[in-house]
């Protein structure tokens, strides 16, 4: 018996299949089962005895053979497709068999196509998805040509739709887990992420898996969190830690996280935090600006307690000297160990004066100003006192709005802060001062302290010197700190400035960067009314002496303070009347004959009763009396946010000798009398 007719018994054998496969041996075109070549024969063999689904598609129109496993798979289609080409076999599926066939039969390429979707009709069914594995092998003729392609099959359809209907109810339940959920294997790599991640960061789930998240994670959390991950390598049963993501946006995400290793694989809950640490780290700096905001208070409240006492003192001090002065004219060198003993004394009280400032117990006069006048009317002074190296550029706006400033205090604060500027610039450099409107808004105003949003004049003051670094900036304002050598600085410029813009109603903002420079930028209130159209007038002190007429009442409970008032009145020529607590002044105002024309009191008294208190006192029992007030501190007895209240007339102390006798003699020769309310 030939090897054909062995076959075809064989196939006979095989049942219904043999008998179809005998038939179609005849009616196909691969010929009768005799005429097949050796190859196709032990091929059929191999496939008619094996029990996986095997089709095998042979000669140059790709007829198709299978055996009863494959039957099952194409259904009804089962006797209508035995033999026949494939294109007109599968001729739904010839569009995607085609290429996989082409690229064994022509190309000798063994092909592997995992879960490969096919859409078929079966059993008179609908047509439905289906998924196969599949390998594709080329099968060889005696001559070394390819004869055909042999297909082993698996439909894999049940566990394909299976494995997404698992993956449908995972994402479904991720879904409605609240915080993100991802799997990684032991070193890091993402093998599947919930649809969270993508929802808090941008990032699709193709961009995630597959890759270790260090691409996407803080540069400064990447070896921490490498470390954290070789901990569980190790066997740590859970770890806890947390790290920033970037989001696709470009902004960072923080994320607390919970690990368990468990067969070869890591199962992570992260929980989005960015809003809660951002909460925590602005507690912590509102915690920082209050507990900066408490050390300031308590400073200015220490420097100007010890101001005050410090005025005191200097006023017996240049009070004596001045007097020592004036009678000294003829003895040179006692006049000149005095005149230095004064310019030391007037020293101190300047750094009395910026203590005061500091902790906005000032005494301040303000007054409608232009800005760009008290600018530009300073450009000269600044010229003088910066030198040659430093080259100055004043920035005006027109039509800037007035403010109401103590322009004497504002001279003196814009020229500390130009010295300040030149001493950081030892080799010059360029001093830029600019004067504009501009508005703060409710965002930066909840952002600072005591700051009012509205509009303001901003004077903005940059240098180009050496700048400061984060710390020395954090510091600036602080009394008494200071980075020059000891003798050079007193560590009270900036802080001086920062305290009369405080107490002005203003508020002052310094940026500094190391090698860029510095810029300090000060904000006053708008000021809505006329700005006077002169300047203030300026003249030399006069010493107008008392007619001999005049009562003055002084009251001062400093002796030597005091001394000093009574003999500086008594030369002038007045008649004087010394009381050193209120209740003593009040009995002295009603006993004096004749009457007192003018109370001069410290603000500052002992017993209960202030400067203000006697003074309401006195008008109500001679609503004719004149009323001058002293003080080396600003208490809300006369002044109110560091302001004279209306028609209050004072003296700061230390005041001089000109100070005192001009003063007194102009209240003395006004008509009107001014009352304390």
């Known amino acids: 018996m030939t090897a054909a007719n062995n076959i075809a018994g064989m196939i006979a054998a095989q049942g219904p299949l043999g008998e179809l496969t005998t038939r179609i041996g005849e009616q196909s075109p691969l010929g009768p089962v005799d005429q097949w070549s050796p190859a196709l024969i032990s091929t059929v063999r191999l496939m008619l005895s094996s029990k996986a689904e095997i089709v095998l598609f042979w000669g140059p129109d790709l007829c198709a053979l299978y055996n009863e496993a494959y039957a099952p798979t194409i259904g ?3 006797p209508a497709v035995l033999g026949r080409p494939a294109r007109e076999g599968w001729a739904e599926l010839w569009q995607d068999l085609e290429p996989l066939l082409l690229s064994v039969v022509e190309k000798g390429e063994t092909v592997h196509a995992k879960d490969r979707p096919f859409y078929i009709e079966r059993d008179g069914g609908r047509g439905e998805e289906v998924f196969f ?16 392609a042999l297909c082993i099959v698996s439909e894999t359809t049940q566990r394909v739709k299976a494995e997404r209907e698992m993956l449908a109810e995972r994402n479904r339940l991720w879904t409605l887990a609240r915080d993100p959920f991802l799997v990684a294997d032991m070193t890091g790599t993402w093998l599947s992420a919930s649809p969270a991640w993508t929802d808090i960061l941008g990032w699709s789930e193709d961009e995630l898996i597959g890759r270790t998240s260090e691409w996407m994670e803080h540069p400064e959390d990447v070896a921490r969190v490498r470390n954290e991950l070789e901990t569980l390598q190790q066997g740590v049963p859970t770890l806890r830690f947390e790290n920033r993501f970037r989001a696709k946006d470009g902004s960072y995400r923080n994320f607390s996280w919970t690990a368990v290793p468990d067969n070869g694989l890591i199962y992570c809950v992260a929980r989005d935090v960015t809003e809660q640490r951002a909460h925590s780290r602005a507690l912590a700096e509102a915690e920082a600006a209050l507990r900066q905001a408490q050390k300031m208070e308590t400073l200015g409240q220490l420097t100007g307690g010890v101001a005050h006492d410090f005025n005191n003192l200097l006023q017996v001090v240049t009070g004596n000297l001045e ?7 003829n003895n040179d060198r006692l006049r000149r160990a005095a005149e230095n003993a004064m310019a030391g004394a007037e020293r101190a009280a300047m750094l009395t004066q910026r203590l005061l400032a500091f902790s906005r117990r000032q005494p301040l006069t303000p007054e409608r100003a232009d800005p760009n006048r008290l600018v530009s009317g300073m450009s000269d002074l600044l010229g003088r006192t910066l030198g040659e190296t430093i080259e100055v550029e004043t920035i005006q706006t027109a039509r800037v ?17 130009a010295v300040n500027a030149r001493d950081a610039m030892p080799g010059g450099g360029k001093l830029t001062i600019e004067v504009a409107n501009t508005h703060i808004d409710d965002h930066y105003a909840a952002q600072e302290e005591e700051v009012t949003p509205g509009q303001y004049v901003l004077i903005s003051m940059s240098d180009t010197g050496h700048g400061m670094d984060p710390d020395t900036l954090r510091h600036a304002i602080e009394p008494f700190f200071t980075t020059k050598e000891v003798g050079r600085g007193t560590g009270l410029g900036l802080s001086m400035v920062y305290g009369f813009i405080k107490q002005s109603g203003g508020h002052i903002r310094v940026y500094s960067e190391v090698g860029q420079g510095t810029s300090i930028k000060i904000y006053l209130p708008r000021h809505h009314g006329p700005v006077p159209a002169n300047d203030r007038a300026e003249g030399s002190p006069r010493l107008p002496h008392g007619g001999g007429h005049e009562t003055v009442l002084v009251c001062e409970d400093d002796d030597k303070v005091r001394a000093y008032a009574v003999e500086v009145l008594n030369e002038l020529g007045y008649r004087v009347i010394e009381a050193n607590n209120g209740a003593a002044a009040l009995d002295a105002l009603d006993r004096a004959t004749p009457p007192v024309d003018l109370l001069f009191t410290d603000v500052v008294l002992p017993g209960g009763m202030t400067g203000a208190d006697v003074a309401r006192e006195a008008a109500l029992r001679r609503p004719d009396l004149k009323i001058l007030f002293a003080t080396g501190y600003a208490r809300n007895a006369i002044f109110h946010h560091g302001r004279l ?5 004072l003296l700061t102390k230390p005041f001089t000798y000109a100070d005192l006798a001009g003063k007194v003699r102009e209240m003395l020769d006004r008509q009107e009398t001014r009352q304390v309310g």
Do not use: C, T
Not at 133 to 148: A, C, H, L, N, R
Not at 323 to 329: A, H, I, N, V
Not at 408 to 415: G, I, V, W, Y
Not at 645 to 649: I, L, T
């Open 323 to 329: 007097l020592l002065q004036r009678g000294l004219k």
């Open 401 to 417: 709005w007035p403010v109401e400033i103590d322009v004497n205090q504002m001279e003196n604060a814009l020229l500390n802060l």
């Open 645 to 649: 209240d209306p028609g209050v007339e």
């Open 76 to 78: 009804d289609k089962h």
């Open 133 to 148: 594995d599949i390998s594709y092998s080329p099968v060889f003729e005696s001559d070394g040509s390819i004869g055909g």
